[in-house]
């Protein structure tokens, strides 16, 4: 079992900058890749990133690509998501996840997941 719990979430300007982290434990963090959803009330889960158990490997959603960067330290089993260039669409509910297998699979490979943090971005 893996349990993650998410944190840096809260309110931002537009055009400001966020950083969130998660925090694993459980099962060996080096092994399995990691990633990053996202969810609005009323709306579908949808993906924002990922990263291969490696590092080596990252995925974006078109809507993040060159605003969202994500990153890990598989010494401190943690992942990162660093926002930048905020605005209101980016507004939602952030999950952290964890996957099955070291590289990204798409969403059907995410076994894990956190409680979520909420980002707000203000006009």
């Known amino acids: 079992q893996v349990q993650l719990v998410e944190s840096g979430g809260g309110l931002v300007q537009a055009g400001g900058s966020l950083k969130l982290s998660c925090a694993a434990s459980?099962?060996?963090?080096?092994?399995?890749?990691m990633g990053w959803f996202r969810q609005v009330p009323g709306k579908e889960r949808e993906f924002v990133a990922a990263?291969?158990?490696?590092?080596?490997?990252?995925n974006y959603a078109d809507s993040v690509k060159g605003r969202f960067t994500i990153s890990r330290d598989n010494a401190e089993s943690a992942v990162y998501l660093q926002m930048n260039g905020l605005g209101p669409e980016d507004t939602a509910v952030y999950y952290c996840s964890g996957g099955r297998y070291p590289e990204y699979r798409g969403p059907e490979g995410m076994e894990y997941w956190g409680k979520g943090a909420l980002v707000t971005v203000s006009n």
């Open positions: 990263i291969s158990a490696s590092g080596d490997l990252t």
């Open positions: 459980g099962r060996t963090f080096s092994s399995y890749a």
